[in-house]
């Protein structure tokens, strides 16, 4: 099929196809799907190594604004309105959007189009000029995909930024509506795209802008998040929540001025140490935290859902080997148990100087920055409220600024805390809601070993969606966990790449599906 | 006089007025010395002037041998005998001595010709060349000293590397002898002089020297340093003996790269809190250290000696104030009780980063450097023994080199511990030697508000001394507790010079009093 053929089929089908009932899909679909990508190998690759050889640096406007137009081609080609939402003060933000007379729910697929910085001089291959690779992925297993007449093996990558994070997840999507469209499946969903353009500098214009664009999205049955990699076992995850973030800098105050050690050592006060105290008051080595009240706010999570996971992971391997741990810090308990919980992460210490620069003097201050990953329900500020009250609890005086003379004279324990900007509370869909229970079963239909994680460790302005939209949502990722994400040599696995076409499908097919909805 | 028919007048007081016995000392000696000074002041500012501006860096050998060229003419238009002590492998060291036939005693008087480094650029004046000042000591307050008709004011201060540390109190010691001999005293002492060229280095050679010419010391009663500051109240303090020293570096292991705080914050240990919890356990908020068996060691202080400190402390200002400091560590010690005990103290801390480097990383490592200040019974191996076996209880795993994979995978709690080089245990005098009763009752008798310290609280490689010749000790020192020692515009406060030559001739007239010793 030629391209100008492809342009045509698709614009009939969106214009047509999805005005037809579309309860017809079961497995059978997967497979059709696959015949549909073999078929169109090269095409999808060319699509996606168009997409990816556009560099996406966040901070260069006209970077954003190529992958946007490339995007508005992608999505005008295949007869789906797109354009570009305008915010005062913020990045544009790419959206689009196909209506079907007989949808049952709407459905809004998240990505972002921008990468973090790359510097070529870090990458095997420039990261900019996609390189399909096959293993062991050395100087001399680059293939030349154009005259490749080969079929692609699905341990192949393509190295570049962004392959993984997170442009493959749209060109997936794209490609599954495409396969729909062929085998003359038609979802009966209203199916929307919020392409995000500055993801990689921590989000910071994303409620601005769903407050600015909030009633785009106000009939929003769910969200899904095209991003982010597959568990770290290497089977399909579903991730139903994360945590929330925050954090402090601690500063704890010697005398004025470092003192020599001897002439002083036991009389003065020594800061580190009194850190040191501090910090282990904090939390156990164990990581349980010690800070009163805080467990306290953590919400339970649902103990069914706990249950599955727990029985799941007794199957899969631990990263302990891999990480050069012995052991975890809470013994026993895996990383996806862990992590439901609030953690107390301390990020750094610093005071005076160790190894070969240490001095025989008592420091002036001992600093520690520290952070919490927040468990759902436990708000940053009331988090830090509890840290505070914590520290003065033992015996602090806590102060905004580096102590006046009078006030070094009146107190003996001072501390300088510095709460975060700009953290953000976990978010999170109940896996009892509808909405998660279908998208649990639609995956579990073709990922028999899936695992549903309630709340992933790490951190995502989720909250935001869930502040100002409102919808239920999953993160249903599709890049292989090895992906090299943020760092040199980004890269997708081919058969990651097929396969998430294969479930974004079969996903799109059937979560119109009211068979499998709110029971 | 002359500086001719001085050098006359000295050379005959040598070789006649030690043999005549010297008992005749008294306080109206200080009186005598005074007027002999008030006379000579211009002379003997002159020599200690000349001798300041002869640059001292301990690592350049040309500085080194001018000085000792300079102390060598110094003794022997005194009629001293002075020369070079060659070791093999060590610098060279000077060596002065005088003979009375009537000697009851011998005195070895230490001091040292080194200064710290001086960097021109942090100096008011340049380091080498000595500058007399009236205060508020700034650019307008310079005294032109040749053309000065003025009888010196004892505020004024002179501003010089070494002025305070140690060049002042050789000279006033020589400045002793010549008024002692002007006004017909004759100390029934044998003297000896040590002065060490490589102190501010950590005298790395001191024990080779000490013990390749140990039998030049071997009938040695007594040992005077002169060095150091008086007590930072101002008044005269007799020093008879120092904390020893030693330390190590300590770094916890956690996974073996730094891992994403939200991903394995809970699941990953982090290193950072393990130190905390770590050196929370080796010592309390207030100094005590915890690490088992140290304090059993310590060498129990004369408690009459205590109580007498405890007593005199009373009227003394607390230092605390200029500290910037509300309390003490242990609360309500003053420093000099403090540092009776060994302390141990956090030099350093340091872990991933903190502030705007900070990253959301749990750190892979988190270090520590740690150093004791010893009391006396305390060696420095056995200190670290007992930390090691402390740091095993804590369930530690010790290695010298960073953990091997294998390690990493069969041990928890992983830590590098490298044991401080080159420490060395404490030295004293007891408070109840005869010669250290002699010592304390001749400085009363002249400054009647003098204050004995039992043990200082820094460190002096007086182990050597007290190893290898094992004489009883103490530190008399004169320079004012301001002098900026270490530091750019050291100096030393006329008054506290002139006043320490008084307190020099009265020591070297009355040790020799046999009805002051041994009661």
Chains 1, 2 share one sequence.
């Not at 640096?57 to 992958?67: L, S, T, V």
């Not at 850190?275 to 339970?300: C, Q």
């Not at 210490?349 to 025989?360: M, P, Y």
Request: glycine letters at 6%.
């Amino acid at each position: 099929m030629t391209l100008a053929r492809l342009i045509f089929a698709i614009g009939v089908f969106w214009t047509v196809a999805f005005n037809v009932s579309a309860d017809a899909a079961d497995n059978a679909t997967i497979e059709q799907v696959r015949d549909y990508r073999l078929a169109h190998e090269k095409e999808i690759l060319q699509e996606l190594i168009e997409y990816l050889a556009i560099p996406n640096h966040a901070f260069r406007a006209e970077d954003i604004q190529a992958n946007l137009e490339f995007l508005l081609s992608a999505f005008e080609r295949r007869g789906i309105s797109a354009r570009i939402l305008e915010t005062p003060g913020a990045p544009p933000t790419l959206y689009a959007e196909t209506k079907s007379e007989n949808a049952v729910m709407t459905l809004t697929v998240y990505t972002h189009l921008d990468g973090q910085p790359a510097d070529e001089a870090d990458w095997s291959t420039p990261p900019f000029e996609p390189a399909l690779k096959r293993p062991p992925f050395g100087d001399d297993d680059l293939i030349e995909f154009d005259s490749s007449k080969l079929r692609a093996n699905p341990n192949w990558r393509l190295f570049a930024r962004s392959a993984s994070d997170d442009k493959s997840p749209l060109i997936a999507m794209l490609a599954a509506l495409d396969a729909l469209r062929t085998i003359g499946e038609s979802p009966n969903i209203n199916l929307k795209f919020f392409v995000e353009t500055d993801e990689e500098q921590g989000s910071p214009n994303l409620r601005r802008i769903l407050e600015h664009h909030k009633g785009l999205f106000a009939d929003d049955d769910f969200w899904l998040f095209a991003d982010g990699p597959m568990h770290e076992s290497g089977v399909q995850q579903i991730v139903f929540g994360v945590r929330g973030v925050t954090g402090a800098e601690l500063t704890v105050y010697g005398a004025r001025q470092p003192l020599h050690s001897g002439h002083y050592g036991n009389f003065s006060p020594n800061p580190a140490s009194r850190l040191a105290h501090l910090l282990a008051s904090t939390r156990d080595e164990n990581g349980t935290i010690l800070i009163e009240g805080i467990d306290a706010l953590e919400a339970p999570i649902n103990e069914e859902s706990l249950e599955r996971l727990r029985g799941r992971l007794k199957d899969l391997p631990s990263p302990l080997a891999n990480l050069g741990l012995a052991a975890a810090e809470k013994p026993g308990a895996p990383r996806e148990i862990a992590v439901l919980n609030t953690a107390l992460n301390i990020k750094g210490l610093s005071a005076g100087a160790v190894g070969a620069r240490a001095r025989n003097a008592i420091p002036d201050t001992a600093s520690a920055s520290i952070g919490f990953r927040l468990a759902p329900g436990v708000p940053p500020a009331k988090a830090l409220d509890l840290l505070e009250r914590h520290i003065r609890d033992q015996g602090y005086e806590i102060v905004r600024e580096a102590p006046s003379a009078d006030m070094r004279l009146q107190h003996d324990k001072i501390i300088r805390v510095t709460r975060m900007d700009g953290g953000y509370p976990s978010a999170y869909t109940d896996l009892s809601d509808p909405q998660a229970v279908n998208m649990i079963r639609i995956v579990e239909s073709v990922r028999p070993d899936f695992i549903t994680i309630p709340i992933a460790g790490g951190s995502l302005p989720l909250f935001y969606f869930k502040d100002v939209i409102g919808a239920p949502f999953a993160i249903v990722p599709i890049a292989n966990a090895d992906n090299n994400q943020h760092a040199p040599d980004e890269n997708i696995r081919l058969g990651n790449f097929f396969e998430g076409i294969e479930l974004y499908a079969h996903i799109l097919a059937r979560l119109g599906n009211t068979d499998s909805i709110g029971d």
